[in-house]
């Protein structure tokens, strides 16, 4: 794929929103949104309903917000959309491919629409069906794809006349753990490979951590928060710490952990398991000294570097927490309040359909 020429650089905005409002006669879908995202590739993660369809719609061009102001590439949403829609590569959630006609055919037809050549369009086209693994199923008529083999036509359309940011809206839906997972290998190598920036929403928190350099996270049509994934994850590193018992101390993760707080570390305990707060490197001195002074037995102590879900555990206050979390995808720190349905991609903070009217 041909990069280059950008009229853009690395570190200017790619989405900037202001006090976004859409309201729909029933409910309000984005509530006083305002986001500035970079170059690279971002996740818009909410629930079912949380608003981020109807945002990459007013992204697009192709629906007027209510209230507030978006840009795109500095190309304002109310009144460039066709010079949008020009740099901007769209897949969308549900299924909209013809059956009949090949995967070829199809990407070439999108490629003629957004204004290439005849030539162009067929060279462009097997570039990018190329890129997302389907170049040897080309000639095959897309209805007899599977539901991933489709998801990756729609994004080889979303590619295809060589935009500078691409949106995504739920590109792993439907897919198994093998699919999603090279569906989100894909996404990654867009942005890395080809240098084209990418907006991608899902509604399950794990796969966006292992995807996306910044996460945005929406409720109700309202920003929770936006930062880098790093940012997520850098405040919320522990140690883990297993101790043995003794006679003075039957119990002996007890002991450490009354010991850690009258130190003034936090700690939890997760079975034999304590996982302490690591605000910096010094706790590991302070448990350290604690176990020594116990007389405990240190049996391992190792630093945990916590998941973005973790980062939503009820209770904490300034980082609400998603309708539902599931536990078992969290990696080995997962928090023991949360509920809901396990995914092997971690997270899934989906809910009923309708839901979202409590923004109304
Ligand atoms: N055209 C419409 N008319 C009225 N309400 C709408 C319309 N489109 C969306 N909504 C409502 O706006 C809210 C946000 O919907 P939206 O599709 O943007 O959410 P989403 O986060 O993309 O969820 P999903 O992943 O389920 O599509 C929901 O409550 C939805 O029912």
Known sequence: MRRGGRPYGRSVTVIATESLTMRYP???ALDRLTLDVAPGVVGLVGANGAGKSTLIKILLGLLPATEGRASVLGLDVATEGPGIRERVGYM???DCLPPDVTATEFVVHMARMSGLPPAAARERAADTLRHVGLYEERYRPVGGYSTGMKQRVKLAQALVHDPQLVLLDEPTNGLDPVGRDEMLGLIRRVWTDFGISVLVT?????????TCDHVVV???GRLLRSSSTADFTRTTASLAVEVTDSDRHPDGAAALLRALDGAG?????EGRLLLVDMPDERVCDTVRDAVA?????????????HGI?????????DTPAPATADPAGTGPAAPAATAGPATPAGPDVSRKEGDGDAAA
């Not at 899902?202 to 292992?210: A, V």
């Not at 570390?265 to 305990?269: D, F, L, V």
């Not at 879900?309 to 206050?317: I, K, M």
Request: net charge positive.
């Open 293 to 305: 002074g116990l007389g405990l037995g240190l049996v391992r102590m190792e630093q945990r570097r």
């Open 26 to 28: 029933r409910v309000t």
């Open 92 to 94: 969308p959630e549900h």
């Open 218 to 220: 929406v409720d109700g």
């Open 309 to 317: 879900a973790e980062v939503f555990r009820p209770g904490d206050a």
């Open 202 to 210: 899902s509604h399950l928190l794990g796969e966006l951590e292992r």
């Open 265 to 269: 570390a936090r700690a939890r305990a």
